[in-house]
């Protein structure tokens, strides 16, 4: 260890050969760098700044310097706490789509003919557009002329609801499309983690005498934690920044604003409103909100997320 | 004997669930993709057809027109082109920085190596949300709001899921082709064009299809930047159609434009559905 350590130090200060290879290695990487610090670094510290400003985009920025104004009025801004509820709402959708991923991927895992193109049918709403398939389901939930209503109607005689234009059914609505578009993604990362499980785990459990509830229960379910961490992790943060789907789907946040998420309320206030310093601290909170969520998903990971070995 | 018939049993009772597991999968996939073909059929009925209040999902009569006229839209076309210059100097620029870092990342020795690589990991998780007043504030300043350069130039510095995949496929290159190199004195540059360039060859390719699938169905970036629509990406087209010929309950035509927006990816995705799949899949795992 200490050795090594010497090694190291004195290569880098003996050998040019390797101080070349550095400075060239800094050439190859620079792209990326200048692009994090231009495009990402600068633009969050500025939101930061500008967050502490009503800035409208008018005057010069520094000159409408407010403090932390923003965030008290947004603390007591009915609007933000029912779009941060709404956005939270969505998040239902989650755990419904792991489920039902598990349970399908498990279903694939079998000696059965067609997986692949079954896989490829549940993964085609994935890949498509999210504009085009929003339009797709807000012509589905159509009230008075779409397919859903026309089913409803054509089973049971009656007029199906009014999906879109209603304040709880409408969250209920836009779950559901949730759920259908990011269903094939859970089936992929679940079929692969299933196919990674060693066969002889199973083995093992039959010689012990488990039964079907206790294999799943104590070989597939620990196995697969990982790619739970994963979706879990990666539709947390996805689920933060709905928008597209409501500004499609709906018309300024639908009745009541009850479709509308935290992110669609940040870019009204921002490109409708030009409110861009409130539209900042938004932003900022949301920052914080996903800074948040990933440290915890992190610190717990070791508590239910198993490693093979 | 008594062995052999009992699994007899089970492997009959076995096959017997497999088949019960595929009509569930299969039903299930068709739910899944009925939306998508109910959307197809909608662009081939007649606005009696759509509104008549009934269930109806195979056109009757069937109109082909529909597509003729989203196509002789002037922003639809002009939206594809639009796309396609965003699209054509990403893929070029961005996929060749994000090549040439992720071979220094894997096979170059210099200090803090995966110190700086976590960090631009990491951004992976900056949402865009942050970060677009800002970059909006910025491309303003620099007179770029209303043109394509916000959607091109920003990605031409690389993409940091493309520079993390190729770094994983160069780990699988053993490090004696890197230091044959050295040996022979071939230069790094040249070393990553004529040795490992080559090598990567599937893996920038899956990368690359990935890549222009999300710039060819991105849509916020893009509703942000650009205001005249001339300047619209395929994208905001589809969406503005939406909007407009919904009120005349032209859904034929809304169908039809939002179709053919999704076709280039589903062909792409067709195409090589394998190797994306896989890429999606080792995502997951690690």
């Known amino acids: 260890m200490n050795l090594n350590n010497k090694a190291k130090k004195t290569k880098y200060k003996m050998s040019p050969i390797a101080k070349k290879e550095e400075r060239i290695a800094w050439l190859f990487i620079a792209a990326p760098i200048i692009g994090f610090l231009l495009f990402m670094a600068y633009p969050i510290v500025y939101a930061f700044i500008a967050s502490l400003t009503k800035w409208t985009g008018t005057r010069s920025m520094l000159d409408t310097f407010c403090g932390f104004d923003n965030y008290v009025r947004l603390f007591s801004d009915a609007k933000f706490w029912k779009t941060l509820r709404t956005t939270t709402i969505y998040l239902i959708g989650i755990p419904i789509g792991m489920i039902l991923g598990i349970v399908l991927a498990m279903g694939m895992n079998r000696k059965i003919p067609g997986v692949r193109v079954l896989r490829t049918m549940y993964y085609v709403p994935v890949i498509s557009s999210l504009v085009a398939v929003s339009i797709l389901w807000a012509w589905v939930y159509n009230y008075d002329y779409g397919l859903l209503n026309m089913i409803i109607k054509f089973l049971t005689g009656k007029h199906g609801p009014n999906w879109l234009g209603d304040e709880t059914l409408i969250k209920v609505s836009m779950i559901i499309f949730m759920v259908w578009r990011g269903l094939g993604n859970s089936i992929i990362l679940y079929l692969a983690g299933l196919q990674n499980i060693p066969r002889s785990y199973y083995e093992a459990a039959l010689v012990d005498g488990a039964n079907g509830w206790q294999k799943f229960r104590n070989i597939t379910l620990p196995l697969l934690s990982p790619v739970t961490f994963y979706i879990l992790i990666t539709s947390l943060i996805g689920g933060f920044q709905v928008f597209v789907e409501v500004q499609v789907m709906t018309l300024n946040g639908g009745i009541g604003y009850s479709a509308a998420t935290i992110v669609y309320y940040m870019y009204q206030k921002a490109f409708e409103g030009f409110q861009l310093g409130y539209a900042s601290s938004i932003a900022v909170i949301l920052a914080i909100i996903i800074f948040i969520i990933t440290i915890v998903n992190f610190t717990f990971q070791d508590k239910w997320v198993k490693t093979m070995d | ?286």
Do not use: H
């Open chain 2, 1 to 286: 004997m008594a062995k052999d018939s009992s699994k007899g049993v089970s492997s009959r009772k076995s096959r017997f669930i497999d088949r019960i597991v595929f009509v569930l999968l299969a039903l299930g996939a068709i739910i899944m993709i009925f939306p998508l073909i109910y959307m197809v059929m909608t662009s081939f009925m007649t606005k009696n057809q759509i509104l008549s209040g009934k269930l109806n999902i195979i056109p009757n009569p069937w109109v082909l027109g529909k597509y003729s006229e989203v196509m002789q839209k002037g922003s639809f076309v002009s939206g594809i082109i639009n796309t396609l210059k965003v699209e054509v100097p990403v893929l070029l620029i961005g996929g060749f920085t994000s090549s040439l870092a992720a071979f220094a990342f894997a096979k170059m020795k210099f200090r803090a190596r995966n110190g700086i690589f976590l960090v631009l990991l990491a951004t992976i998780m900056i949402p865009f949300a942050v970060i677009m007043i800002p970059q909006y504030v910025l491309f303003t300043k620099l007179r770029w709001t209303d043109t394509l350069l916000p959607l091109i130039v920003p990605a031409c510095f690389g993409n940091v899921s493309m520079i993390f995949f190729l770094r994983q496929n160069l780990t699988s290159i053993p490090n004696d082709l890197m230091d044959a190199a050295k040996m022979d004195g071939c230069g790094f540059f040249r070393t990553f064009i004529q040795i490992f360039l080559p090598l990567m060859k599937g893996a920038i390719g899956t990368q690359l299809t990935l890549w222009f699938m999300a710039i060819w169905n991105d849509y916020l970036a893009p509703t942000i930047f650009l205001r005249s629509e001339s300047n619209w990406t395929l994208q905001v087209v589809i969406r503005s159609f939406n909007t407009y010929y919904a009120i005349q309950s032209d859904y034929a035509l809304i169908m039809a434009a939002s179709a053919i927006a999704m076709l280039p990816t589903l062909i792409i995705f067709f195409a090589f559905q394998r190797v994306i799949i896989e890429s999606i899949a080792i995502s997951g795992i690690k």
